[in-house]
């Protein structure tokens, strides 16, 4: 082989090893060390001459880590360069790289086969077994079979469900492994398709009929909605195979077996099969609905139930091409042509994930309405790793799978027309030329993101990054809230909305499992044997319809108008799940036949959100137990980081635990909803009960704000990017977000401490910081609406002769400027302007009489000027021209009349104050 490589003139010595230059890479191949002695590179290469010039292999595939990928492209390129391979990598013979992720036992550490604590595989195979015997001896089944059998039965479902386990996942992207999930009958595992089966075979033991001579006899019919959906999907087996043979990839054909799964308990559920009026043979053997019948829309084909009143809306599209919004004609009503371009360089921005889950959107709705959808998915890029991993990206946010995939060196498919072409607003032009050039009707374009965090550039937001820390598909759940179209608002904040509503969705449905479980196969049952003749299902009781109503609504009546799916998932799908939760729990009430009913009515309710959030992209592929827990991987991952941020700022944190220094907005009857701890290792964080209604909001919305002022020197900082949601040593479960500890108290604290009025310099360095403070606030958009003495902690520090600077804090009482700041409630009454209590609102002005009155405290001790305010707050409605102080001097004095004017108008600006001669 090296006779070979340097006969023609590929090798070269270079420090008296003999290596082999590689152009793009950075290291050379390793053919022949100093010493004489041969290297992995070595054996590799002589593996790949040898498999290729005597053993005469077409395809020669290795299947190694990902971490290898880097190997094996520098070892075929070498093959290449020598003229083993041809330069075209889809010409035979071919090899190629056949990368995995990580398998990770818990905890996002890796089984590592090297190490003897790792469990050995014939030990896994063992407790598979195990796991799955019990199992069955739960279901009574050590009684149906004979020891034998049962063992036989466990070995073949704890094996397959191993098997399947690693088979279904993208063998780019790591996974965890877990019996729990893996052994589940519920979601993407071998034991629900197993179920399946035995479903089928158990039709065929049943039906009396000689299945042999159906398949030649037998007619095809194919009325009810459901049997044409699993016909067509039945006819989508070859193009799964074939995918998952080019790309590699096993998870393709899993991922068509769990649907077609999904489509025959759906047929089974609502399709009478032994007993009807006429028995097909496709009932027993779908593989034989080998024609296709005319697509219809689904909606128009199920038989009608009495909730099903929402009218049938026509698709509309915006065309980019037209600029105008067109009801979708396509060129063949039963076939759809859609091509997306994609560009696949370096790592995945936002904007890329976002047009990805734009266009698998469309083209899950189009099958969503009956369509056959030809997708074409062009890469304009020559690096098969970058579109490789592009790949991989939008896996994780659940894109399905295109038709077919072609690099950027293929041609498009010959004879199909394109109804839709979609890409990014950065190829718009370009892309209008090909759209006129391949013919197609609609141009599909998406709407960039704009970065709303500090004006930083897309390329800083990397996807990868993004998903590091959150759910995929809570990234996918922002991208929903936003039209397609529309410039998206890229904030924490808003990503931590969308993981907590995901969580709220799946909590509700892992409830309302867990609930109907014990009952699931009698419902299923029941429902089937109340299907009359004709197929319609028997009367629903109102409350079931009215909550597939909520979930329907919205879906049926915004998706048709250009996809609008940001209201959605709110208001009556909100609705709906906390139905769910007051069924679920009537469920554990109720006895035998309204339990049954009630469980009925559940699994058509889960079978609604289901349907909807898989058209949106946003169900599950695992369990919903699976599902949370990586939810809570995630938010795991996000504490992590925030700890992190902490220690670099030389901030100690030790578990939560400590002195509760605070309590508010509590009684004798509640536990404190808002709590303040410090920890002995010094930190502070701020807690607040997750169930308290208005205090939560208001912890959340100061979070949010201290977000945006992050870097602001005289607004107290809070670090990470999340709240934590955790049980504390009291007992009590709080949302909690870490804050700088303020070791000097508050300035409240230290005025009544002094023994007279704070000297003019004092006071003149602490109204400096403070008003400094609030124009960080206003700057980004907030009045804060509750400054006082209590709210302006006090910091060590060190030189000028103080011992102590100022920052603002409590903005969760903020309003945004220019929005509802009318019936504003709470705050401190002794700080509040006139016109916060006459009329109810406030802008920026209520601030600044807020900062006159703490001047005025700092000076005097007293809280306010005399004669402003009485006792009782609801009789503060009096506008009063405050007395201040004689005796502080000119400008002071002018000083104060600017921030205590009666007129809102009449105060003076931050800026105005700032330049004031009192504070200079």
């Known amino acids: 082989m090296i006779g070979d490589l340097k006969s023609k003139g590929l090798v070269k010595e270079s420090e008296g090893a003999q290596v082999?230059?590689?152009?793009?890479?950075?290291?050379?191949?390793?053919?022949?060390?100093?010493?004489g002695g041969f290297t992995y590179d070595t054996t590799d290469m002589a593996a790949l001459w040898y498999r290729l010039n005597e053993e005469k292999a077409e395809w020669i595939i290795y299947v190694t880590e990902a971490a290898q990928q880097g190997h094996f492209d520098m070892l075929f390129q070498a093959a290449r360069k020598a003229g083993w391979l041809p330069s075209d990598v889809k010409t035979y013979p071919r090899a190629s790289h056949a990368s995995f992720g990580k398998v990770l036992r818990g905890g996002d550490?890796?089984?590592?086969?090297?190490?003897?604590?790792?469990?050995?595989?014939?030990?896994?195979?063992?407790?598979?077994?195990?796991?799955?015997?019990?199992?069955?001896?739960?279901?009574?089944?050590?009684?149906?079979?004979?020891?034998?059998?049962?063992?036989?039965?466990?070995?073949?479902?704890?094996?397959?469900?191993?098997?399947?386990?690693?088979?279904?996942?993208?063998?780019?992207?790591?996974?965890?492994?877990?019996?729990?999930?893996?052994?589940?009958?519920?979601g993407d595992t071998a034991v629900y398709l197993l179920k399946v089966y035995g479903r089928i075979c158990s039709i065929i033991r049943k039906c009396g009929k000689d299945i042999n001579v159906l398949k030649k006899t037998g007619k095809l019919a194919l009325d009810h909605a459901d049997e044409r959906a699993l016909g067509l999907h039945l006819l989508q087996f070859a193009e799964a195979v074939e995918e998952a043979c080019t790309k590699l990839l096993p998870n393709v054909?899993?991922?068509?077996?769990?649907?077609?799964?999904?489509?025959?308990?759906?047929?089974?559920?609502?399709?009478?099969?032994?007993?009807?009026?006429?028995?097909?043979?496709?009932?027993?053997?779908?593989?034989?609905?080998?024609?296709?019948?005319?697509?219809?829309?689904?909606?128009?084909?199920?038989?009608?139930?009495?909730?099903?009143?929402?009218?049938?809306?026509?698709?509309?599209?915006?065309?980019?091409?037209?600029?105008?919004?067109?009801?979708?004609?396509?060129?063949?009503?039963?076939?759809?042509?859609?091509?997306?371009?994609?560009?696949?360089?370096?790592?995945?921005?936002?904007?890329?994930?976002?047009?990805?889950?734009?266009?698998?959107?469309?083209?899950?709705?189009?099958?969503?309405?009956?369509?056959?959808?030809?997708?074409?998915?062009?890469?304009?890029?020559?690096?098969?790793?970058a579109n490789e991993q592009y790949i991989a990206d939008i896996g994780d946010l659940q894109c399905l799978t295109p038709t077919h995939q072609l690099g950027s060196s293929e041609n498009m498919i010959e004879n199909v027309s394109f109804d839709i072409h979609g890409c990014g607003h950065h190829n718009a032009i370009p892309q209008c030329v090909a759209c006129d050039a391949s013919g197609a009707n609609y141009l599909f374009l998406n709407g960039n993101p704009i970065i709303e965090d500090m004006g930083q550039p897309l390329e800083n937001f990397l996807t990868r990054e993004i998903i590091a820390k959150y759910h995929p598909v809570a990234l996918r759940h922002f991208f929903t809230r936003t039209h397609y179209r529309s410039p998206l608002l890229y904030s924490v904040p808003e990503l931590e909305r969308s993981s907590e509503a995901l969580d709220t969705v799946y909590q509700t449905l892992q409830g309302l499992y867990q609930a109907v479980s014990p009952h699931r196969e009698d419902a299923m049952l029941r429902r089937k044997d109340t299907i009359s003749e004709d197929g319609a299902d028997a009367k629903q009781s109102a409350r079931t319809i009215r909550m597939i109503q909520n979930v329907k609504r919205k879906f049926e009546h915004e998706m048709p108008e250009d996809l609008k799916t940001s209201h959605i998932l709110r208001g009556d799908f909100q609705e709906t799940m906390r139905m769910i939760n007051n069924s679920v729990l009537k469920l554990k009430?109720?006895?035998?036949?309204?339990?049954?009913?009630?469980?009925?009515?559940?699994?058509?309710?889960?079978?609604?959100?289901?349907?909807?959030?898989?058209?949106?992209?946003?169900?599950?592929?695992?369990?919903?137990?699976e599902f949370l827990e990586q939810l809570k991987r995630n938010a795991l991952a996000r504490d992590k980081l925030a700890k992190q941020e902490v220690l670099q700022s030389n901030i100690q944190l030790d578990a939560i635990q400590g002195t509760v220094v605070r309590r508010l907005a509590g009684d004798s009857r509640s536990a404190a909803e808002l709590m303040e701890f410090v920890t002995?290792?010094?930190?502070?964080?701020?807690?607040?009960?997750?169930?308290?209604?208005?205090?939560?909001?208001?912890?959340?919305?100061?979070?949010?704000?201290?977000?945006?002022?992050?870097?602001?020197?005289?607004?107290?900082?809070?670090?990470?990017?999340?709240?934590?949601?955790?049980?504390t040593t009291l007992g009590v479960t709080v949302y909690g977000f870490y804050m700088e500890y303020a070791s000097s108290g508050t300035l409240e604290a230290k005025i009544e401490a002094h023994p007279k009025g704070f000297p003019t310099s004092m006071v003149v360095r602490f109204a400096r910081m403070i008003l400094l403070g609030l124009r960080s606030l206003h700057e980004v958009g907030y009045v804060h609406g509750d400054l006082h003495s209590g709210n302006v902690?006090?910091?060590?520090?060190?030189?000028?002769?103080?011992?102590?600077?100022?920052?603002?804090?409590?903005?969760?009482?903020?309003?945004?400027?220019?929005?509802?700041?009318?019936?504003?409630?709470?705050?401190?009454?002794?700080?509040?302007?006139?016109?916060?209590?006459?009329?109810?609102?406030?802008?920026?002005?209520?601030?600044?009489?807020?900062?006159?009155?703490?001047?005025?405290?700092?000076?005097?001790?007293?809280?306010?000027?005399?004669?402003?305010?009485?006792?009782?707050?609801?009789?503060?409605?009096?506008?009063?021209?405050?007395?201040?102080?004689?005796?502080?001097?000119?400008?002071?004095?002018?000083?104060?009349?600017?921030?205590?004017?009666?007129?809102?108008?009449?105060?003076?600006?931050?800026?105005?104050?700032?330049?004031?001669a009192f504070l200079n």
């Open 20 to 35: 082999m230059f590689i152009r793009y890479f950075m290291i050379p191949l390793m053919l022949v060390k100093s010493d």
């Open 109 to 186: 550490k890796r089984f590592r086969s090297r190490f003897t604590h790792s469990a050995p595989l014939v030990d896994l195979l063992y407790e598979a077994k195990d796991r799955s015997k019990t199992v069955l001896i739960k279901h009574g089944y050590d009684k149906k079979l004979t020891p034998e059998e049962l063992d036989q039965t466990a070995e073949a479902v704890g094996y397959g469900a191993l098997k399947y386990a690693d088979l279904k996942n993208n063998r780019l992207t790591s996974y965890t492994f877990g019996y729990d999930q893996m052994l589940s009958e519920k």
């Open 253 to 385: 054909v899993c991922m068509y077996l769990y649907r077609l799964s999904k489509q025959y308990t759906k047929f089974y559920s609502n399709c009478r099969v032994i007993g009807s009026a006429e028995e097909t043979v496709e009932s027993f053997f779908p593989e034989r609905a080998n024609r296709p019948a005319r697509r219809e829309k689904f909606v128009a084909n199920r038989p009608e139930r009495e909730m099903e009143v929402v009218e049938k809306r026509e698709l509309k599209l915006y065309n980019s091409k037209t600029e105008t919004t067109e009801v979708f004609n396509p060129i063949d009503h039963d076939n759809i042509g859609m091509s997306i371009c994609v560009t696949s360089t370096g790592l995945r921005h936002l904007g890329n994930a976002r047009s990805a889950v734009n266009s698998d959107l469309l083209y899950r709705y189009l099958r969503h309405l009956g369509y056959q959808v030809t997708c074409v998915q062009k890469f304009n890029k020559v690096e098969e790793e």
């Open 589 to 625: 009430t109720f006895q035998n036949e309204r339990r049954l009913s009630l469980a009925v009515s559940l699994v058509e309710v889960e079978e609604a959100v289901t349907e909807v959030l898989g058209v949106l992209g946003l169900h599950t592929t695992t369990s919903y137990r």
């Open 680 to 727: 002995p290792a010094g930190n502070f964080l701020k807690c607040v009960r997750k169930t308290c209604g208005n205090v939560e909001s208001e912890a959340r919305r100061e979070f949010e704000i201290l977000c945006l002022l992050k870097g602001s020197a005289r607004v107290v900082q809070c670090f990470g990017d999340l709240l934590h949601q955790r049980q």
């Open 793 to 916: 902690l006090l910091f060590p520090c060190e030189g000028e002769g103080f011992e102590e600077e100022a920052k603002i804090c409590d903005v969760g009482n903020a309003k945004k400027i220019g929005g509802d700041l009318e019936n504003r409630k709470g705050g401190a009454a002794l700080f509040m302007s006139p016109e916060s209590l006459s009329d109810g609102t406030y802008g920026t002005a209520h601030d600044i009489w807020s900062v006159g009155i703490i001047v005025v405290h700092m000076f005097t001790k007293r809280k306010s000027p005399k004669t402003v305010y009485k006792k009782e707050k609801d009789k503060l409605r009096k506008k009063v021209e405050p007395i201040i102080p004689p005796n502080l001097g000119d400008e002071a004095t002018d000083f104060l009349k600017l921030c205590l004017a009666g007129e809102p108008e009449d105060r003076g600006t931050i800026s105005e104050l700032l330049d004031h």
